[in-house]
């Protein structure tokens, strides 16, 4: 009889090494699938803030080009009013020049040589 109670001892200690095994194996798997949860989360994070990150730069790009457009839309204009003061200016000048010598004809004022001639 000494031999069946081994035997039934040894049975239970098989028993409760499997039970700890597939204890052991439950937390390793577990352990696992929150390790690879946690990765998971963390990759997915790291994706969102690089797209967000791509589209505040793209956005700050857009922002640069529209004020690059805009300065230039600017110079052009302030060059284009440049211009057109400058065509008035000297339009005004070729009203007074001929103003000038419509006058001077009037009065008789030609090349001056009549008054060296007279005296």
């Known amino acids: 009889m ?3 109670e081994g035997s039934e001892s040894s049975d239970t ?3 409760n090494d499997d039970d700890n095994s597939e204890s052991k194996r439950r937390k390793f798997e577990q352990k696992l699938g929150s390790s690879i949860m ?3 989360s963390e990759l ?3 994706l969102r803030s690089c797209e967000e990150k791509k589209e505040k730069r793209h956005q700050e790009m ?3 080009h ?3 457009l805009h ?3 600017t110079r052009n204009q302030v060059n284009q009013q440049g211009i057109t003061n400058l065509v008035s200016a000297v339009t005004n000048l ?3 020049i001929q103003s000038f010598i419509t006058m001077n004809k009037d009065h008789g004022g030609g090349n001056g040589d009549d008054d060296a001639c007279s005296s």
């Open 2 to 4: 000494g031999v069946v």
């Open 13 to 15: 200690e098989c028993k």
């Open 38 to 40: 946690r990765s998971a």
């Open 44 to 46: 997915a994070e790291a």
């Open 62 to 64: 857009m922002e640069l």
């Open 66 to 68: 529209q004020r690059r």
């Open 71 to 73: 300065i230039e839309e």
């Open 94 to 96: 070729t009203g007074v």
